[in-house]
T-cell receptor, first 114, second 110 residues
Framework: GEDVEQSLFLSVREGDSSVINCTYT??????LYWYKQEPGAGLQLLTY?????DMKQDQRLTVLLNKKDKHLSLRIADTQTGDSAIYFC??????????????FGTGTQLKVEL | NAGVTQTPKFRILKIGQSMTLQCTQD?????MYWYRQDPGMGLKLIYY???????DKGEVPNGYNVSRSTTEDFPLRLELAAPSQTSVYFC?????????FGPGTRLLVL
């Protein structure tokens, strides 16, 4: 079955790097995602990585994937107060007939302090 | 480009009432999804559609129905609202690789 786990809370100082970690269980996941949710808002797709890659960089964001350990991380460089939000890790499982079901973790609340 | 839009933003229902949550996307995506998010939790898949006229159940379909008569629209119907359906409902659309989410509908059943 699918299960995605994340730590609940992370606090960092502005300008530092943040690292949010996630573990997943389904080795057949095709893609893994990071979404950002600000209070009262929907989920914003930040970045995603194909399961046969081990790293992806996109401006301040770096995603690392360790497929052997089923571990995914999101590093945010030079963290800003605007990065304060809940970050969800999700794995993608192919559905019968097409499309993908996303299984989400419970989210990591990132708090950026001055 | 509007992306994925949802209406209403917020609704209070009495137990046993029915309502339809609307979802529209303008990205010409074949795949559309309905998820619910309970407090402090991730999202759970209710129903999904791989194209007009085709729908299928997700993880938590009981108490809900959907239809997909056009590519753009994917409404979610609650027939007999129950307190357990109090949640935030997110619609998403996407390709094989990605899913883009709407802003959500907050539903309170009393």
């Amino acid at each position: 079955g699918e299960d995605v786990e994340q730590s609940l809370f992370l606090s960092v100082r502005e300008g530092d790097s943040s690292v949010i970690n996630c573990t997943y269980t389904d080795s057949s996941s095709t893609y893994l995602y990071w979404y950002k949710q600000e209070p009262g808002a929907g989920l914003q797709l930040l970045t995603y990585i194909f399961s046969n890659m081990d790293m992806k960089q996109d401006q301040r964001l770096t995603v690392l994937l360790n497929k052997k350990d089923k571990h995914l991380s999101l590093r945010i460089a030079d963290t800003q107060t605007g990065d304060s939000a809940i970050y969800f890790c999700a794995e993608s499982i192919r559905l019968t007939g097409g499309g993908n079901k996303l299984t989400f973790g419970t989210g990591t609340q990132l708090k950026v302090e001055l | 480009n509007a992306g994925v839009t949802q209406t209403p933003k917020f609704r209070i229902l009495k137990i046993g009432q029915s309502m339809t949550l609307q979802c529209t996307q303008d990205m010409n995506h074949n795949y559309m999804y309905w998820y619910r998010q309970d407090p402090g939790m991730g999202l759970k898949l209710i129903y999904y559609s791989v194209g007009a006229g085709i729908t299928d159940k997700g993880e938590v379909p009981n108490g809900y129905n959907v239809s997909r008569s056009t590519t753009e629209d994917f409404p979610l119907r609650l027939e007999l609202a129950a307190p357990s359906q109090t949640s935030v409902y997110f619609c998403a659309s996407g390709s094989q690789e990605t899913q883009y989410f709407g802003p959500g509908t907050r539903l309170l059943v009393l």
